[in-house]
């Protein structure tokens, strides 16, 4: 993992979120913690990412989602990774 991202400020983050249970719990901590446009970024790579994964080609990405090629490229980069944090959550969806 990134050195930059292994501290104790962002591991006691990612434990607080961890506590969340519900989607609307989620949405009320993300809008407290993030900005609009924070969280409409996130969600935009998480849709980018989810097209990439089922195999969607770059210029459907773009007009679907609004994305730049620069951020498709990037999650794009983050799929074949080796934190596979997207194909993580894409495996486990997969399963339920």
Not at 38 to 50: D, G, I, K, S
Not at 61 to 84: F, W, Y
Request: charged share 30%; aromatic share 8%; with cysteine.
């Amino acid at each position: 993992m990134n050195g930059k991202l292994h501290d104790g400020q962002l591991n006691e983050l990612f434990e607080e979120i961890l506590k969340l249970r519900t989607a609307d719990e989620c949405r009320r901590f993300f809008l407290d913690l993030c900005t609009v446009g924070e969280l409409r970024a996130m969600a935009q790579r998480l849709q980018v990412a989810r097209m990439l994964w089922d195999g969607r080609v770059y210029s459907d990405i773009v007009q679907e989602t609004g994305a730049s090629s620069a951020t498709i490229s990037r999650v794009n980069r983050s799929l074949g990774g080796e934190l596979g944090g997207y194909s993580l959550v894409f495996k486990r969806e997969a399963k339920d």
